[in-house]
């Protein structure tokens, strides 16, 4: 009986390992054909990348159900990104270079770790009239060739919801990493209505990246509305990754600065679109912002 015992609970192990074994396959190969996928359309966009109006190895594109995507080639080893990305610490210092993060801290960690991110508007607020939202931070896969952090929020401010940010990378030739960022958000009825609201009003002048049509002279006409939305945010997003990537070599006491001044100086290349405030007003707010983040941490 002990022996039949002993061999029951041998085979239930050897099971759970096949098991495990399989799942541990499974998941190996979706990051594989994850990073094959990624390595292909950096492939695929290698002429959008050289040859674009961004001045910059950088490619976006949207879509009518509210998702931008940004494709884009940073001058960094892969390693020096996923050290400094995977985790959800470097994340609330990347979110509070965009203007309207007011505030970020990590709620919780663990493999689910949460960001509570405070949104607001392009000038100092206290936090209690900011929007508090929360991030469930995950890192889907972190290997030597390949990235995938995921950020997910259920709800946000005027009745938004479904917050996606998603980053994969993948290491490219000569020392440099191939990045995706995915940005998208949905708009109930309440948020659509403020939205056009917004739009007709203090936002009637603000466009997005994509040209949809040129006038008689050449210049220019770009996409506008809610999709026009979303590539601004998607494009200030994909700028504060780079501004914290570019700010890693700094001596640490410089780092913010660097982070500061990077991502106002890259926004305002594109003015047209992502122009708000003054130099000094932004980096006024941003270091106050800054010192109650740590402060409250």
């Known amino acids: 009986m002990a022996c039949r015992k002993d061999f029951v609970r041998i085979v239930r192990a050897c099971l759970a390992c096949l098991l495990l074994a399989g799942w541990a396959g499974q998941a190996l190969a979706s990051d594989s054909q994850a990073a094959a996928a990624l390595q292909a359309k950096y492939t695929a966009l290698t002429g959008e990348l050289r040859h674009n109006p961004f001045q910059r190895a ?117 020392g440099r990493t191939f ?53 601004r945010n998607t494009m200030r997003y994909y700028l504060a990754i780079d501004a914290y990537l570019g700010a890693l070599a700094a001596p640490p006491a410089m780092r913010l600065e660097k982070r500061l001044q990077g991502w106002y100086d890259a926004t305002e290349q594109y003015a047209r679109q992502l122009h708000e405030v003054s130099r000094a007003d932004y980096l006024g707010m941003k270091r106050q912002e800054y010192r109650r983040q740590q402060t409250a941490q």
């Open 58 to 174: 950088l490619y976006l594109e949207s879509s009518n159900d509210l998702k931008g995507d940004i494709y884009a080639l940073v001058d960094h080893p892969f390693a020096t990104v996923s050290a400094a990305l995977d985790g959800p610490e470097g994340w609330c210092d990347v979110l509070i270079l965009h203007i309207n993060t007011k505030h970020c801290r990590v709620a919780s960690a663990g493999a689910n770790a949460v960001l509570t991110v405070n949104l607001g508007r392009k000038y100092p607020q206290s936090l209690e009239d900011a929007y508090p939202i929360e991030f469930v931070y995950r890192t889907k896969s972190a290997t030597a060739d390949y990235l995938d952090i995921r950020l997910t929020a259920d709800k946000g401010p005027l009745n938004t919801s479904n917050y996606r940010i998603h980053l994969q990378a993948v290491p490219v030739a000569g």
């Open 179 to 231: 990045l995706h960022l995915t940005y998208s958000c949905d708009y109930g009825l309440a948020g659509q209505l403020a939205m056009k609201t917004y739009l007709a009003t203090l936002a009637r002048d603000k466009v997005g990246f994509t040209i949809v049509d040129r006038q008689a002279d050449g210049r220019p006409e770009y996409i506008g509305g809610l999709r026009g939305v979303v590539e």
